[in-house]
């Protein structure tokens, strides 16, 4: 159950206040080996995660685990250099916290990226995937538990979680960018473990285009609190049993490594639109 409380929230945004004199407007979730972001921020803070009160801090490897305030194309901006996973053991709440915060320094539009296996047979890995959709097949959410009104409605619509007019914005700015994105829906799991070849089928009958083990939670809690949603996978392999191969987080990190400046790219131009 939910722990964390709006004093909590209120405890840690004041300590980033503290540090920076920028408002952020603009906060950006970077999934593994795209913090690399923040190395195109100007004026940037670096506040390590440790020195936050009340926040997690990660343990997966590719994940810096701190928090940059900045400008990104002039735009100030705060960005999570590594995100808490659930399946890290961090409950729904933890995990979307940094999203509280955000909220809290004033944040009125987020930017989530990950890293997820390709369901759709038509994408290919290094393709970029608008997500337009998610279904949430983790078995959690955060806002479960007392609900605070301050933070936002008991039972808030998530009939457009992820913004039509900003994926429109990303759609045209890759295409003048010279590449076009792929849109589908996101499906969220708990992981760690990779899915079987069975789920997967089952994944795709239920409308599923890509898989993954992030996001759905930050984005419930970001709905929850009034915030405009973007949300962009990087297509990192295909999926379990697609092809004839075994999956590895060494492909994962391989593929955004390929894709990483075409992705940054994308977000950077994207940023002075937001
Ligand atoms: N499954 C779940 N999560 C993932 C995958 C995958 O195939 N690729 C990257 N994250």
Not at 5 to 24: C, G, M, T, V
Not at 176 to 188: A, C, H, N, S, T
Not at 209 to 214: L, R, T
């Amino acid at each position: 159950m939910n722990e964390l409380k709006a004093p909590h929230i209120r405890e840690a945004a004041d300590y980033i206040l503290q540090r920076s004199s920028l408002r952020p407007e603009i906060g950006l979730i970077m999934g593994s080996g795209l913090g690399i972001l923040g190395d195109h921020m100007e004026n940037a803070v670096t506040i390590p995660y440790r020195e936050i009160p009340h926040f997690p801090i990660s343990t997966v490897e590719g994940h810096a685990g701190e928090l940059m305030i900045g400008t990104l194309s002039g735009r100030p901006s705060v960005l999570m250099r590594g995100r808490f996973h659930m399946y890290e053991g961090y409950g729904p709440e933890l995990t979307s916290f940094p999203v509280r915060v955000m909220k809290a320094l004033g944040v009125r539009t987020l930017v989530v990226t990950n890293a997820a296996g390709g369901i759709n047979t038509g994408y290919e890995p290094g393709d970029l995937m608008l997500i337009s959709d998610h279904i949430n097949l983790t078995g959690r959410n955060p806002l479960v538990g007392p609900n605070d009104g301050e933070l936002g409605a008991r039972f808030p619509d998530m009939s457009e979680a992820y913004s039509r007019r900003l994926r429109e914005l990303a759609r045209e700015t890759a295409r003048k960018m010279g590449f076009e994105l792929r849109e589908g829906v996101y499906i969220g799991v708990l992981g760690p473990s990779y899915e079987t070849p069975a789920e997967i089928r089952m994944m795709r009958t239920l409308g599923a285009d890509a898989v993954g083990m992030s996001t759905v939670a930050e984005v419930i809690a970001a709905r929850h609190s009034g915030i405009e949603v973007l949300g962009i996978s990087c297509i990192s392999n295909m999926a379990s049993g697609i092809l004839d191969q075994p999956l590895s987080h060494q492909e994962v990190i391989e593929t955004t490594e390929r894709v990483k400046s075409r992705f940054l790219g994308l977000v950077t131009a994207l940023a002075t639109l937001l």
